[in-house]
């Protein structure tokens, strides 16, 4: 690999410009706003303003989403989950599975599971 484009790969990686682009890009697919420049920028703009505690961060799952994949996670319908599916389900919305304070034998409520992945979701912004 030439030296420049091992910089360019070290300076995305870096400033973790792909990760970004790939959360926007995610808004953008689940928003499919009418003008999806100015979403972008406010986008943008919402993640300079959680950063400064001056507003919130961007959200791509929602209570209904959220509640909706407790649903798919507890497919027995016991009204909790454990540590496993929930670590299943922070991995398939793309965030960190790092730092788990959960041991194997707790059950996880619907409740606990929205709490836990908004903070989840907090901290994945909170990097850029």
């Not at 304070?101 to 850029?128: C, H, P, R």
């Amino acid at each position: 690999m030439a030296a420049g484009e091992q910089q360019g790969r070290d300076y995305l990686q870096r400033h973790r410009l792909p990760e970004l682009l790939h959360r926007l890009s995610a808004l953008l697919l689940y928003h499919r706003p009418e003008r999806p420049r100015e979403f972008l920028i406010q986008a943008l703009e919402r993640v300079k303003a959680g950063k400064r505690a001056e507003g919130e961060y961007p959200y791509l799952m929602d209570e209904a989403n959220l509640a909706a994949m407790f649903e798919l996670l507890d497919v027995v319908g016991q009204g909790h989950i454990t540590p496993a599916q929930y670590r299943e389900g922070l991995k398939t919305l793309g965030l960190s599975t790092e730092d788990l304070q959960f041991g194997d034998d707790v059950n996880i409520t619907l409740d606990v599971f929205k709490e836990e992945v908004k903070k989840k979701m907090l901290e994945s912004w909170a990097v850029y």
